[in-house]
């Protein structure tokens, strides 16, 4: 029986790839212009094939995991005002599997109450446009997003002067749920908690 590769490996083998595909050892060369005279003048050939090339492998990868059942959760550590909270999430270049979803889904409560403990007292501003820009929201505004999401992952932005902790809601899958390019069927909300007085950077 043949070996089948861990999550950990196969991130690995992305960014290995990854790597050969900017340095230009991989091309998908049959692929020249996008056929666009506007646009085909602005977009080198070589950066085209470079990014297809990786976007092939990373299918093939996805493939890999669904035909093998490999997980795309990776687990992470974090420390917040001197409280820990270690919470999965989904590998930005690899998939999430339908159990990997549950996962997510049975610890989405464990990170809201982690996240609202560590956020007494912060600004919270939900972001929009898919961009920089932000509304001032308040506590129970956050409690409806997360009624209509399905799981929650944490990032935070900290320095001696300054925090930020930002909480992702999201529904359907994680993979095309960042930058909200599955809408409807996936996507995202970010909220950014920071002291008062400052402004979301993240």
């Given at each position: 029986m043949s070996k089948v590769y861990t999550t950990q490996e196969l991130i690995k083998i992305l960014a290995d790839e990854r790597q050969a595909c900017l340095k230009g050892k991989r091309l998908k060369l049959e692929l020249t212009v996008l056929g666009n005279p506007v646009i085909d003048q602005f977009i080198r050939t070589d950066g085209l094939q470079q990014f297809t090339a990786y976007q092939d492998f990373k299918a093939a990868i996805h493939d890999y995991q669904r035909k093998n059942q490999v997980s795309g959760i990776i687990w992470r550590e974090v420390t917040l005002k001197g409280k820990n909270l270690s919470y999965p999430e989904v590998d930005t270049e690899l998939i999430a599997l339908p159990s990997d979803l549950e996962i997510l889904k049975a610890t989405k409560n464990s990170i809201l109450e982690f996240w609202y403990e560590v956020t007494k007292g912060m600004d919270l501003y939900l972001s929009f446009n898919n961009s920089k820009q932000y509304q001032q929201i308040v506590t129970p505004d956050v409690e409806r997003i997360a009624q209509r999401t399905e799981w929650a992952s944490l990032w935070k932005w900290e320095n001696s002067s300054f925090l930020e902790i930002i909480l992702q809601l999201g529904w359907g899958?994680?993979?095309?749920?960042?930058?909200?390019?599955?809408?409807p069927r996936s996507g995202s909300e970010y909220i950014h908690a920071v002291n008062p007085g400052n402004r979301p950077i993240g």
């Open positions: 899958k994680p993979e095309e749920a960042y930058y909200k390019r599955g809408r």
